[in-house]
């Protein structure tokens, strides 16, 4: 047995909350191995645009960003949790700064601290303009490439190794094992597990292509609590042209507006705080715009000015140009997507799942922080605070067991199924449509079922594709009936007893 300064850790995911926790084990001194499904430094981190909340400036504190934290889980976050994570913020963000991350700055040497919807004040630091996430996943990988981990790339975790009610370990298949479909077992005195979010089960989403639930899958298979799957934020304005390439809310913090086809903001129609309403009132609005004039919303960032957008927004400027829009001389067309996920495996504030051995921070993780909806910026603050108090809650994880583990219980494929109609597009495009920014009971009741019988047709998966699949339809499975099990409409849950038009299809 282990001693519990010298645990074997098995981290897996490299976000900024795997990466974060893998830092903090192996500096308390574990030995730790961090798997992860593509290279180091993927997942949806490296995406993140706006940045960081938690930097407080004048007439700010922690206790108004805990009430904006609150406000915008429309009650249902939990207090104590949202406190840490407001406390601890600024000595993470400190953290994230000493060990490379070079947040933007005024002449004078001054962080330089964005505003976004539904935060009261200034408070977010960014780097690179719009590319915060690629700073950080940059400064936090090279931490980790010369520090004393372990590292497995392209190595899928497919299931937990459970047994006697304990996590004691995990089951993957690695890149060069995919042919052959031999699985490698990874026997652990602690699992943390940091595979982020479930974007890809739905048409569409800002999220990275690996965020297929694989975590939450995982976790429900051995047997750990989840909740609030219902709670999926929709990121309101993605542009409308090829991929979900996300518009940063910091954008209408600048002061862009969304316009109607008739070039009227409509969002005071909505909400008093018009386009820095909360995402989920955005999202609902420009969706039913859209679907009420028959084409996409569009979003007018004219008047901040070519080298204000240039200069604000470099990966926005070059990425909109890029598809043929010039946005500081026109409106661009935009849609809603599937952009955060607040529910996940439920955690206590260090991070322990309802499993012994098994941890879970970032995203995969259900910390009550986020309630009913999430804060924007408040997700990498989020993943840095617990990842860190996770990796010192495994110091005082007794190890209760070496037996040897069970054989996880098999998953199924989507593809086995070819020529029944459904593929993983298929199931996207129900989730959209019926699990979705506007849900029914009805829609809600007939997606479940059809979901169930796919499930029930399901036979063993053996790649890599095969068991994202299977995940995929085992998370649709529970978000769908946890959305069918809350009746009221709360935060980004958002369920109508009456008939509504149909969404736009983009
Ligand atoms: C476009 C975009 C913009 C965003 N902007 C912001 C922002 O400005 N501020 C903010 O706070 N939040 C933002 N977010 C949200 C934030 O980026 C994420 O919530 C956060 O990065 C999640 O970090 P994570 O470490 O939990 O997961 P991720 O960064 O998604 O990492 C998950 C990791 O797990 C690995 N993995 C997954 N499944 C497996 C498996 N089966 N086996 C092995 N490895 C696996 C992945 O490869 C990846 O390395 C944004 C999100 C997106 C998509």
Same mark, same amino acid.
Do not use: C
């Given at each position: ?160 190794l459970a047994a006697d009610g304990a996590v004691h370990g995990i089951r993957m298949l690695r890149r060069v094992d995919a042919d052959t479909g031999a699985y490698i077992d990874v026997h ?94 955005? &999202?609902?609005?420009? !969706? *039913?715009? %859209? #679907? +009420?004039?028959? =084409? ?6 004219? /008047? ?39 529910g996940g495996v439920v955690t206590d504030l260090d991070g322990r799942t309802t499993l012994p051995g098994l941890f879970a921070v970032g995203e995969v993780a259900r910390t009550g922080v ?13 993943? &840095?605070?617990?990842? !860190? *108090?996770? %990796? #010192? +809650?495994?110091? =005082? ?6 037996? /040897? ?79 069918? &099990? ?5 935060? %980004? ?14």
């Amino acid at each position: 047995m282990s001693t519990a300064a010298h645990q074997n850790v098995v981290v897996v995911g490299s976000g900024i909350a795997g990466l974060t926790s893998a830092l903090h084990a192996a500096e308390a001194g574990h030995r730790v191995t961090l798997v992860t499904k593509d290279a180091l430094g993927g997942g949806s981190t490296p995406l993140a645009q706006g940045g960081v909340a938690g930097v407080y400036g004048p007439g700010d504190s922690a206790v108004l960003h805990a009430a904006d934290t609150m406000a915008a889980g429309a009650g249902l976050s939990d207090a104590v949790a949202v406190d840490v994570l407001v406390q601890e913020g600024s000595a993470r963000i400190a953290e994230l700064i000493a060990r490379g991350v070079a947040f933007d700055r005024d002449a004078e040497g001054k962080l330089l601290l964005g505003r976004e919807a539904a935060h009261a004040h200034a408070r977010i630091v960014h780097a690179g303009g719009d590319a915060t996430g690629a700073a950080i996943s940059r400064a936090l990988v090279a931490q980790v490439r010369s520090g004393d981990i372990d590292i497995l790339e392209h190595a899928l975790l497919v299931d937990l190794l459970a047994a006697d009610g304990a996590v004691h370990g995990i089951r993957m298949l690695r890149r060069v094992d995919a042919d052959t479909g031999a699985y490698i077992d990874v026997h652990a005195d602690a699992v943390i597990l940091a595979t982020g979010g479930t974007g890809q089960v739905y048409a569409h989403t800002t999220n990275s292509p690996g965020a297929t639930g694989d975590g939450i899958a995982a976790a429900i298979r051995a047997g750990a609590a989840v909740a609030d799957l219902e709670f999926v934020q929709f990121h309101p304005t993605v542009l409308d042209a090829g991929d979900a390439f996300l518009i940063s809310e910091a954008v209408r913090g600048e002061g862009a507006v969304l316009l109607d086809h008739e070039g009227r903001r409509f969002m005071f129609d909505a909400h008093p705080d018009g386009e820095l309403a909360p995402r989920d009132v955005v &999202a609902r609005a420009v !969706a *039913r715009r %859209a #679907a +009420a004039q028959g =084409t996409p919303v569009r979003l007018d960032a004219t /008047m901040i000015g070519a080298a204000r957008l240039a200069e604000r927004f470099p990966t926005i400027d070059r990425v909109t140009r890029e598809r043929g829009f010039d946005w500081a001389r026109e409106a661009v067309p935009i849609t809603p997507a599937a952009h955060y996920l607040m529910g996940g495996v439920v955690t206590d504030l260090d991070g322990r799942t309802t499993l012994p051995g098994l941890f879970a921070v970032g995203e995969v993780a259900r910390t009550g922080v986020h309630g009913a909806n999430r804060l924007a910026s408040n997700s990498l603050l989020e993943a &840095a605070v617990f990842g !860190a *108090r996770a %990796a #010192a +809650a495994v110091a =005082t994880h007794l190890f209760r067991s070496q037996k /040897m583990p069970a054989s996880p219980s098999q998953n199924g494929t989507i593809r086995d199924l070819n020529g029944s109609g459904l593929s993983r597009r298929a199931l996207q495009r129900l989730m959209w449509d019926d699990v979705g920014l506007l849900r029914t009971p009805g829609g809600l009741t007939e997606a479940l079922s059809v979901i169930r019988s796919w499930r029930a047709d399901l036979s063993a998966p053996s790649t890599r594709a095969e068991h994202e699949d299977a995940n995929l339809l085992l998370v649709a499975e529970a978000t769908a009936s946890a959305a069918l &099990a809350r009746t009221e409409s709360v935060g %980004a849950h958002h369920v109508s007893h009456e008939y509504e038009p149909a969404l736009i299809g983009a």
